[in-house]
């Protein structure tokens, strides 16, 4: 049942501490679906006796592990996908963003233009390529944040600490189209400063350029959203049918 298998190359490993490490290739027995497979593994030396004495190991086979895997990558993505606004939890991509997704995903973006340009519909679209790849994301729509800070004063501040130390990626969605007081400029202030300065991926999007955004919020502002992020700008409204 047990066979030592590549001992000369074995011999060579891991001789330090005068623990030797040696392959050996024995039998399991998978936990999920009963299947019996060899496989080669790395053991202490020590250890042999004990791999021959005892019956297979109940670890699970390959294919059952992968299964389990795929099923907790579609689990955990229904759960995230659930979080987005229901019209953006469906995405089929129509106007080739894709390319441009791909070489952008790792960065921090300002995204501008036209109302229906498809800004959101690209953010989220990296948001869910970072899911996919295991990483963390999290989608915020900007007045949605505001207006729920302006009605829950107690949880304001906690609600801020939480987004602007918000360690994935953050979208910031829609900048600009709340209504711009002194409290919201210094939030945002404060998100923004904080992102820029411990370089956390954010990506926003607004109607308004770099240059409105000068004058509408503050510079200090958006010379920092420029420092740190990639600018583009998307043109062509999407919600007029072709
Ligand atoms: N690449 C695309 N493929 C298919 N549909 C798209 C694409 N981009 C945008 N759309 C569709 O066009 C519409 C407008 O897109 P989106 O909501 O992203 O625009 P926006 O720029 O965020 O607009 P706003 O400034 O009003 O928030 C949406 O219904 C969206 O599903
Ligand atoms: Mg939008
Ligand atoms: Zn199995």
Redesign the pocket.
């Known amino acids: 049942m047990i066979q030592v298998s590549s001992m000369d190359s074995a011999n060579h490993l891991k001789k330090s501490n005068g623990i030797k490490i040696i392959k050996i290739t024995t039998k399991f027995k998978c936990s999920k679906c009963d299947l019996e497979y060899s496989k080669e593994i790395e053991i202490w030396d020590k250890y042999v006796e004990f791999f021959k004495e005892h019956e297979p190991m109940p670890i699970q086979c390959e294919e059952c592990a992968e299964k389990e895997r795929l099923q907790d990558i579609i689990e955990c993505g229904d759960k995230l996908i659930k979080t987005l606004p229901k019209?953006?939890q469906k995405?089929?991509?129509?106007?080739?963003?894709q390319e441009r997704v791909d070489k952008m995903k790792y960065k921090s973006i300002f995204l501008h233009?036209?109302?229906?340009?498809?800004?959101?519909?690209?953010a989220i679209?990296v948001l869910k390529e970072l899911w996919l790849e295991g990483k963390t994301g999290m989608f915020l729509s900007y007045p949605e944040f505001m207006n729920f800070c302006l009605n829950n004063f107690e949880r304001a501040r906690s609600k801020l600490n939480e987004v602007k130390d918000y360690a994935g990626c953050l979208i910031i969605?829609?900048l600009g189209?709340e209504r711009m007081t002194d409290y919201s400029k210094n939030f945002i202030y404060i998100i923004i400063n904080y992102r820029e300065s411990n370089s956390l991926q954010t990506i926003i999007?607004s109607?308004y350029s770099i240059k409105q955004l000068d004058y509408m919020i503050d510079k200090r502002i958006s010379s920092r959203i420029a420092g740190m992020c990639d600018i583009f700008e998307?043109n062509g409204?999407?919600?007029i049918p072709f």
Not at 113 to 122: A, L, N, Q, V, Y
């Open positions: 019209k953006y995405l089929k991509d129509y106007y080739n963003f233009g036209e109302t229906g340009s498809g800004k959101t519909f690209f679209m969605d829609d189209a999007t109607n998307l409204d999407k919600r």
